[in-house]
T-cell receptor
Framework: DAGITQSPRHKVTETGTPVTLRCHQT?????MYWYRQDPGHGLRLIHY???????DKGEVSDGYSVSRSKTEDFLLTLESATSSQTSVYFC??????????????FGPGTRLTVL | AQKVTQAQTEISVVEKEDVTLDCVYE???????LFWYKQPPSGELVFLIR??????QNEISGRYSWNFQKSTSSFNFTITASQVVDSAVYFC????????????FGTGTRLTIIP
């Protein structure tokens, strides 16, 4: 495992409030990812990062922003939370070894409820 | 665009029976990676296997085995002599080697082992 922690693990918030989820890794992995998991959809990629200050959008990026100012931290922000963003959020990290894709390892997840 | 289909939404088997979870994928790339992850009731995502598109050899790990067939674009997972601890949601995922290393997940198969 890649020593990944997520905070908070659970959060309940109200519609319209900003929310920031944090992912922290201790393995110095270059790539970091945010996914959301919803029934019937599996996991879908929100945003990912391929280095400090280098980020890109995933499949379901609308309403989300990310930042990565340090290798070990990847923040996911919901600028104005909506009920459709109620979900379980997973962070993942990966290293790329000599140009070959490695394996993504996942954090424990954050359960977010937007009322 | 890449796609992963897990047509079996839920499967229930009696303990000690064998069970196969199906995974069918679509990709235009000739180089890609296939994964299986397990999500037990506790919620974390556990990596099980990674297979690259050039390696069609079947793999066995204890009671788990994987059958990769490029001709049918399938990467099926078999559990032999199932146990209650195998009860979980299992996800198949695909990563194309195009420099972005993003995972596309199937919607998962919920496996219940009946004691």
């Amino acid at each position: 495992d890649a020593g990944i922690t997520q905070s908070p693990r659970h959060k309940v918030t109200e519609t319209g409030t900003p929310v920031t989820l944090r992912c922290h890794q201790t393995e110095n992995h270059r790539y970091m990812y945010w996914y959301r998991q919803d029934p019937g959809h599996g996991l879908r990629l929100i945003h990912y990062s391929y280095g400090v200050k280098d980020t890109d959008k995933g499949e379901v990026s609308d309403g989300y922003s990310v930042s990565r100012s340090k290798t070990e931290d990847f923040l996911l922000t919901l600028e104005s939370a909506t009920s459709s963003q109620t979900s379980v959020y997973f962070c993942a990290t990966m290293t790329v070894d000599r140009g070959f894709t490695d394996t993504q390892y996942f954090g424990p997840g954050t359960r977010l409820t937007v009322l | 665009a890449q796609k992963v289909t897990q047509a079996q939404t839920e499967i229930s088997v009696v303990e000690k029976e064998d069970v196969t979870l199906d995974c069918v994928y679509e990709t235009r790339d000739t180089t890609y990676y296939l994964f299986w992850y397990k999500q037990p009731p506790s919620g974390e995502l556990v990596f099980l296997i990674r297979r690259n598109s050039f390696d069609e050899q079947n793999e066995i790990s204890g009671r788990y085995s994987w059958n990769f067939q490029k001709s049918t674009s399938s990467f099926n997972f078999t559990i032999t002599a199932s146990q209650v601890v195998d009860s979980a949601v299992y996800f198949c995922a695909l990563s194309e080697y195009v420099g972005n290393e993003k995972l596309t997940f199937g919607t998962g198969t919920r496996l219940t082992i009946i004691p």
